[in-house]
């Protein structure tokens, strides 16, 4: 059996090892593909099992590679996969549940706890020499915030929203959540609300939904417009669900305090983008999901996904 893997740089930079995939056929191992159709068809050939990460498989790459029966993403959000398309065509689609909940919780308040505590800052004026000709014993460049009383909004309350909100809790914030679905796991942690409520009543609002066309944009003028003053904006999720320019003049303007963000809406973010320009805002290369632990995951469980697929019982499917 032949198997692909289009982007395998990012999620294996030589850090680990593909052994568990290359023992399930042949395998052709690409780096990068270029991000055309053209060199995407190319690249699949003859494939059965094509392995990606952000490198897009539509309808007409599908309908020029018949060969292709299943579509393994090294991730877990698919919205790159023409699912329906692939329905179809009979192409089962498969991701990767639950692999990088606590990291990427971790990493968001990472991305807060910065905005208000300003380490990299300070440390960069203490290296610097600030300190050591410092006529004071102490100083500090710009407001430092405590977060205990404060509130934290979260759009998103599955895995990943709801460990954030649990290490909020333990900060001492009241935690706010929207979600589709409600469980009882999720009220021990914060109180469900509406967006409107969440928005108006957030010190911290943070991102932890999925991209879809319901969701694309949610975050934008007017959604901002109705935040509190000062708040916070935090996304490890996907870029799409803000409205970059938006945000960028809430920030310049003073509306919003700081934003941390691990995604943007077009990656790699484009040298014209307003957030490179924004005031307050910090911004890292979408790698919330890097942690090797978490890549080590992903691999295991993409093996998993087509030996199940080779069994007959194929798991993890987005597009039964």
Not at 84 to 109: D, E, L, S
Not at 274 to 279: D, M, N, S
Request: aromatic share 4%; glycine share 8%.
């Amino acid at each position: 059996m032949k198997i692909v893997i289009l982007d395998a740089y990012v999620e294996n930079p030589g850090d680990l090892s593909w052994e568990p995939v290359q023992a399930l056929g042949d395998v052709t191992i690409f780096d990068q593909v270029p991000l055309d159709d053209g060199a995407i068809i190319r690249s699949i050939g003859d494939a059965e099992v094509v392995i990606t990460n952000k490198t897009p498989i539509d309808a007409r790459v599908l309908d020029a590679c018949p060969g292709v029966r299943l579509v393994t993403i090294l991730a877990t959000g698919y919205n790159i996969i023409d699912v329906a398309h692939a329905r179809k065509r009979g192409v089962a689609v498969c991701n990767v549940p639950a692999y990088g909940t606590m990291a990427v919780a971790q990493f968001t308040i990472a991305l807060l706890l910065e905005l208000c505590s300003h380490v990299a800052l300070h440390d960069a004026t203490v290296h610097a020499g600030k300190w050591e000709n410092s006529p004071q014993w102490s100083y500090w460049e710009c407001p430092l915030t405590e977060l205990a009383g404060k509130t934290m909004g979260i759009l998103g309350f599955g895995r990943i929203g709801r460990q954030v909100g649990r290490i909020a809790a333990a900060l001492g914030m009241e935690v706010l959540a929207v979600n589709p679905s409600l469980c009882d796991e999720g009220r021990a942690i914060g109180r469900y609300v509406d967006w409107n409520t969440l928005l108006s009543r957030s010190d911290v609002v943070s991102l932890h939904c999925p991209l879809f066309p319901e969701t694309e944009g949610i975050l934008n003028a007017d959604a901002i417009a109705r935040m509190k003053d000062g708040a916070i904006l935090l996304n490890a999720s996907r870029g799409g669900l803000v409205d970059d320019a938006a945000l960028a003049d809430a920030l310049n303007r003073g509306k919003l305090a700081g934003a941390g963000l691990d995604v943007v809406s077009h990656e790699p973010i484009l040298p014209d983008s307003p957030l490179l320009h924004a005031k307050n805002c910090i911004i890292t290369p979408h790698i919330a999901w890097a942690a090797r632990e978490c890549r080590q995951r992903i691999l295991d469980t993409t093996a998993d996904n087509i030996r199940a697929y080779l069994s007959g019982a194929p798991i993890n499917v987005v597009n039964p």
